[in-house]
């Protein structure tokens, strides 16, 4: 079946087996691969994207389910037009995972940066309780998540959403 998503602000189109996923389809048609396929069963939030500005899960998404919506994963945050504080660098979340040694490994981080960045234009102003119940489907096995909520309260700080 013929599917187009926009995909970063750039449309992209594609004839997709049906049963395709949307993870697989941005890792293999749109060729951004920082959307990671952690557990195939939705448990770790690896593969969180922004479908229509809502963060999702897009191993529980079938391509065709996005058809004609807006996706935006980890690689199109860097420099959004009119996405505050980036100015053609980094967005606030990203950069505030970075100053605050929000990642280890790094496998789950594009889930952790996207789930964050949808909490934060939810509650722009979260408690660090409120971080925590946000980022309760997204798992990391190597930080223990202080650096990372440290990440998302730094980047509320500063306006991040």
């Excluded at 449309?11 to 049963?19: L, M």
């Excluded at 660098?89 to 981080?109: D, I, S, W």
Aim: contains cysteine; negative net charge; charged residues 15%.
């Amino acid at each position: 079946m013929k599917v187009e998503i926009t995909v970063n602000g750039e449309p992209v189109a594609a004839d997709v087996e049906d049963r395709m996923l949307l993870v697989h389809y941005l890792r293999d048609v749109a060729g951004l691969t920082a959307t990671n396929v952690g557990c195939d069963t939705t448990s770790c939030g690896a593969c969180t994207v922004l479908l229509d500005g809502e963060s999702v899960k897009s191993c529980t998404l079938l391509a065709a389910q996005a058809d004609g919506q807006q996706v935006t994963t980890v690689e199109g945050l860097a420099g959004q037009a009119g996405a505050p504080g980036t100015a053609g660098g980094l967005h606030p979340v990203q950069r505030a995972f970075h100053e605050q040694h929000g990642l280890q490994c790094g496998f789950c981080t594009p889930g952790m940066v996207m789930a964050i960045v949808s909490l934060l234009r939810e509650n722009p102003h979260p408690t660090e309780e409120q971080v925590r119940s946000g980022l309760e489907g997204n798992l990391c096995r190597c930080t223990g998540y202080h650096n990372i909520i440290r990440a998302a309260l730094a980047a509320a700080a500063e306006g991040g959403n």
